[in-house]
């Protein structure tokens, strides 16, 4: 959703996060049936009039003409009314998954931004990101909250898409654990989480025009599988379906996704609520959709007055709004959303910080050390740090993510647009500033700034100094792609005459996903930064100088060229919601062909080509060095792997055990099946168990899983490039639902 159109701490043991389908706890059964019985219950006591409470709200800002915004919401994303009479607590909902959106400035108060999920994504940290989720939600639930629209987790099947720094990456297995725990977190402060945009939200422009369209079975072990994994891990409360079409209908009355895919195949229990201005007819409540959220943006409100008239006179409808309520009231019980409401209060915003701190320190990705430029020495005579508002803070997102710290932004850059909310999603740069941290650490160096508007004069400045450190950045918002993966405003050209002029040049990038590098062998050294948070120029400038080790790991992969991709051309670039609105008002479709690559997105797009990326999925460098020993797989009921990992190098660090299933009994394939992040000391090691679930092995046939029997080949990886020995292991069949 966007304004313009709605519309501390590092790892304190040994093994930080294991990438396995075993790595978060279902809520107990006990509780579950609990949560049935008392929705159960609370909906036969419903009167009539109180039927169609729960399956609407609005969207509480004053700028909407003819809306009413009731006492008791917050100014935020949405409202939803309670029951007073039944002690069901209305839902009071905030955007967004990276910290507690600002909401176009109307409350004035502020919060802590976690860097992009890019940056979380690189992490490869579960445990770290479950605790940045409940961080989130305790700020959310200080701001009287109890509803967060957080949980993106749609693969990025293209890294031009607008919202690409809003999701974790491309791999279905890593983007759902890490999903997963971020949902989990929230929800253990018992503030209701969505899983969202379901599904196929693969590009901004168009958005609510554009038809996905794809096969049942690609589909299933792809976007499908990320956003099971997710739900099986995190349990949220709500789905959140998406703007866009799939297989030619809207993904918010889409009868395929919620009702057999969602209802039926994975029996989710919880509530499917629309994004804001999703909703077109009645009858999307058949499709499985429960609410209709932010209902003044669409033509009406259909779950209203229209709904219960349905009710009234067709028993389908009436047997449908009895299971809509019973889904929210399930949710707002499991969660503890009437036992725990939310209490407006202190927030300590230092201790928050350092959790995004942490997310930061683990999140950088080094690319590239050419000579061992890094870390940088604290005796360095000179630096000149070069473009990117690096005297004032670091970049993040905009749209319905955009967090505003306590006080303001640092630097806030209008983008124009038109309406009452487009000055509202402006280009926003948070402290810390790189600048102040860079001084503060190299506090004899000369240390000075120049804005690097002028490919000159940053290389005559470049020139001066004992080392260049340039911060590029490319800024992405929702409801639009980028049109390329260039970097904005000229900044090419100043990375370029920079590295001519010296080089020791350093490039620091603030980025929402993947971008091309016509420089880059003439630099020393490449920083993956994403959109650092609260406190991301104080993490880059300790990589900077070895304060911090990079542990990052590429959740995405970079393409050498446009070319490389599956679609070189940007579908629809260039048009207008002007231009999609017409065409749709004339019956018009917008498909996107996603059979293209079918399943096989990023990595296993690159490895089916035979392409080489500029940076593969999955890769990252580090200040020392790892040795990983002789994998080994164990079979049975329940397979995993093993392999012990050493620190070869003179600095602690962390090393991202990456287990990639390479082929099976019907031949070669490259799928990541699991994950571990252990940190190891100097001449230490540690072992890596990485339990192995039996969907990374199966193919998807008619929504049953298959797996034949037979030998599956498996390499532990230091990226989706770079694996070592293949280890065989003998699998029985199996084939379940």
């Excluded at 919401?73 to 955007?95: F, M, Q």
């Excluded at 050294?525 to 080790?549: C, H, P, Q, R, S």
Aim: net charge neutral; charged share 20%.
């Amino acid at each position: 959703m966007t304004f313009r159109h709605r519309r501390a701490v590092a790892c304190a043991v040994l093994l930080c996060s294991a990438g396995s389908i075993g790595a978060q706890t279902a809520p107990p059964r006990t509780e579950a049936a609990s949560a049935d019985r008392r929705a159960t219950d609370t909906e036969r006591r419903m009167q009539t009039d109180e039927r169609t409470v729960l399956t609407h709200g609005l969207w509480a800002i004053p700028l909407i003409p003819n809306v009413t915004i009731p006492a008791e919401a917050v100014l935020g994303a949405g409202y939803v009314s309670g029951i007073p009479r039944l002690n069901v607590p209305a839902l009071i909902e905030t955007d967004a998954s990276l910290g507690v959106s600002y909401i176009a400035g109307l409350r004035k108060d502020g919060a802590t931004a976690l860097p992009s999920a890019t940056a979380m994504g690189s992490t490869w940290n579960p445990d770290l990101i479950r605790r940045g989720g409940a961080m989130i939600a305790g700020e959310a639930r200080a701001k009287g909250f109890n509803v967060l629209l957080g949980g993106g987790i749609n693969l990025m099947r293209d890294p031009r898409n607008g919202r690409t720094f809003e999701y974790f990456g491309e791999d279905p297995l890593h983007s759902g654990l890490l999903g997963g725990a971020a949902i989990a977190g929230v929800q253990s402060q018992h503030v209701l989480s969505t899983v969202k945009h379901f599904a196929l939200n693969a590009q901004e422009t168009g958005r609510h025009a554009v038809d996905g369209r794809i096969a049942d079975d690609a589909f299933r072990v792809s976007d499908l599988l990320a956003f099971e994994i997710a739900i099986d891990q995190g349990r949220p409360g709500a789905v959140m379906c998406a703007y866009n079409r799939v297989n030619g209908a809207p993904a918010c009355g889409s009868d395929y996704l919620l009702n057999r895919v969602l209802k039926r195949d994975w029996r989710y229990p919880g509530f499917v609520m629309s994004d804001w201005g999703a909703v077109g007819a009645v009858d999307d409540a058949l499709a499985g959709l429960d609410q209709q959220s932010g209902a003044q943006i669409d033509k009406q409100v259909f779950f209203g007055a229209p709904l219960a008239a349905a009710a009234a006179r067709d028993p389908a409808y009436a047997a449908r709004v009895a299971d809509m309520n019973l889904r929210i009231l399930r949710s707002i019980y499991a969660i503890g959303l009437d036992a725990h409401p939310p209490v407006k209060g202190a927030i300590d915003f230092a201790a928050n910080a350092a959790v995004a701190r942490a997310v930061e320190d683990e999140g950088i990705v080094l690319l590239r050390n050419r000579d061992a430029l890094l870390p940088l020495s604290k005796d360095v005579a000179s630096i000149v740090v070069i473009g990117g508002y690096a005297d004032a803070g670091v970049l993040s997102g905009g749209g319905s993510t955009q967090v505003q710290p306590v006080g303001g932004p640092a630097v806030s850059l209008p983008m124009g647009g038109e309406g009452p909310l487009a000055k509202y999603n402006n280009q926003t740069f948070h402290g810390t500033a790189p600048l102040a941290a860079i001084r503060a650490l190299a506090p004899n160096a000369k240390v000075t700034f120049v804005d690097g508007r002028y490919p000159a004069e940053a290389a005559a400045a470049a020139a001066r100094a004992d080392v260049a450190i340039v911060f590029a950045t490319q800024w992405m918002a929702e409801g639009a792609d980028v049109p390329d993966l260039s970097l904005p405003g000229g900044q090419d050209a100043t990375i370029t005459a920079v590295a001519a002029a010296n080089p020791k040049t350093i490039v620091v990038l603030e980025t929402g996903g993947p971008v091309l590098m016509p420089w880059l062998d003439r630099t020393g050294a490449v920083l993956e930064a994403w959109y650092g948070g609260a406190k991301g120029g104080d993490a880059i400038a300790a990589t900077l100088f070895g304060d911090v080790n990079p542990s990052g790991r590429l959740p995405v992969t970079f393409p050498a060229s446009l070319e490389q991709l599956p679609r070189p051309a940007l579908p629809y670039a260039g048009m207008i919601d002007r231009d999609f609105a017409a065409g749709l008002a004339a019956g018009k479709s917008y498909p996107i062909d996603y059979d293209v690559e079918g399943a096989d997105v990023g990595y296993r797009w690159f490895a089916r080509k035979g392409t080489t990326p500029l940076f593969p999925f999955g890769f990252g460098l580090s200040y020392t060095t790892f040795d990983h020993s002789t994998l080994k797989v164990m079979g049975g009921s329940s397979p995993r792997a093993t392999a012990t990992i050493r620190n070869t190098g003179a600095r602690a660090g962390s090393e991202v055990a990456q287990l990639y299933l390479v082929s099976t009994p019907a031949g070669r394939t490259l799928r990541l099946t699991g994950f571990a992040k252990v940190a190891v000391q100097p001449g230490g090691a540690a072992t890596a168990t990485i339990p192995i679930d039996p969907r990374l092995l199966a193919d998807s046939r008619n929504g049953r899983w298959t797996m034949p029997a037979g030998a599956y080949g498996f390499a532990l990886g230091r990226s989706a490039t770079d694996l070592g020995p293949v280890v065989t292991v003998t699998l029985p069949a199996r084939q379940w639902r």
